[in-house]
């Protein structure tokens, strides 16, 4: 069946530190990657994307890392800020080409003072 | 000058009452896409729209209908409102098929 994991529902870390949220894909077939963020109370805003002819994409504080082989992606945040807090989603890009986006559950992450 | 708007942000009905939501992109994007999100935050494609034409119709009641007026515009009206419909509405936006712009929710209340 089409779904896109996340191995966390909860990750809570120290403000200073880095985030690492994961995510399982199961389309060998996708070709495109999202990261969205959510705050509470507002749609999922676009964080970075990857497509799958590269394994590695950087944004200003994040790092998208795409491994093919085991279907797997993660969110690096370096130094976890307050603001960070939210509701962060993976999204693979249906292979029909339609822009259909399976999202994944979603990871919570909770950065303390 | 926000990109995806939604009208209402809050709705609350009864059963059985029919209800829209409206969209508006202001980013000349060629396809817009309904969402739903549920109580446990899970976001499911309902629709999509591109130059006004359906190009994506999950599983979805027949009571769910959207609406595409223009490119800029999509509309999601609800016949028969249920307890299950109960839920955040998104509407998002794209040129092609790529990265999404979303909108900022509309949460629907049945009673």
């Known amino acids: 069946g089409e779904s896109v994991g996340l191995h966390l529902p909860t990750l809570s870390v120290q403000e200073g530190d880095n985030s690492i949220i994961n995510c399982a894909y199961s389309n060998s077939a996708s070709d495109y990657f999202i990261w969205y963020k959510q705050e509470s109370g507002k749609g999922p805003q676009f964080i970075i994307d990857i497509r799958s002819n590269m394994d590695k994409r950087q944004g200003q504080r994040v790092t998208v890392l795409l491994n093919k082989t085991v279907k797997h992606l993660s969110l690096q945040i370096a130094a976890t800020q307050p603001g960070d807090s939210a509701v962060y989603f993976c999204?693979?890009?249906?292979?029909?080409?339609?822009?259909?986006?399976?999202f994944g559950q979603g990871t919570t992450l909770q950065v303390k003072p | 000058d926000t990109a995806v708007s939604q009208t209402p942000k809050y709705l609350v009905t009864q059963m059985g009452n029919d209800k829209s939501i409206k969209c508006e992109q202001n980013l000349g994007h060629d396809t817009m896409y309904w969402y739903k999100q549920d109580s446990k935050k899970f976001l499911k494609i309902m629709f999509s729209y591109n130059n006004k034409e359906l190009i994506i119709n999950e599983t979805v009641p027949n009571r769910f209908s959207p609406k595409s007026p223009d490119k800029a515009h999509l509309n999601l009206h609800i016949n028969s409102l249920e307890l299950g419909d109960s839920a955040v509405y998104f509407c998002?936006?794209?040129?092609?098929?790529?990265?999404?712009?979303f909108g900022p929710g509309t949460r629907l209340t049945v009673t």
């Open positions: 999204a693979e890009k249906h292979p029909s080409n339609t822009g259909k986006l399976i």
């Open positions: 998002a936006s794209s040129h092609a098929a790529y990265e999404q712009y």
